[in-house]
Nanobody, 115 residues
Framework: QVQLEDTGGGLVQAGGSLRLSCATSGRIFSSAVMAWFRQAPGKERKLVAAITSGDITNYSDSVKGRFTISRDNAKNTVYLQMNSLKPEDTAVYYC?????????WGQGTQVTVSS
């Protein structure tokens, strides 16, 4: 059984930083593309950043230069370091795992950036 636990959200002022973590259970992490998505109220869920098993990263244009995705294969954990946060970054952030077969989601963690 695969489980993803995403944590680290909270309330922060504009310009501040947060680090999200996503711990995975099950034998999928090493072969999975790991990603973070976010969903603001009334909007569709969108990709924020992704990292392959070979540490190739991809970012949405809206977060390039501010967010950094990384993974620790020994801990089966993926991180999202978010700096220079803006009110428009406010959303529920979801961890996502895409192994060769299947797709899995975390429960989501709320990030709120006040102006």
């Amino acid at each position: 059984q695969v489980q993803l636990e995403d944590t680290g959200g909270g309330l922060v002022q504009a310009g501040g930083s947060l680090r999200l973590s996503c711990a995975t259970s099950g034998r999928i992490f090493s072969s999975a593309v790991m990603a973070w998505f976010r969903q603001a109220p009334g909007k569709e869920r969108k990709l924020v950043a992704a990292i392959t098993s070979g540490d190739i990263t991809n970012y949405s244009d809206s977060v390039k230069g501010r967010f950094t995705i990384s993974r620790d294969n020994a801990k089966n954990t993926v991180y999202l370091q978010m700096n220079s946060l803006k009110p428009e970054d406010t959303a529920v952030y979801y961890c996502n795992a895409q192994p060769p077969f299947g797709r899995y989601w975390g429960q989501g963690t709320q990030v709120t950036v006040s102006s």
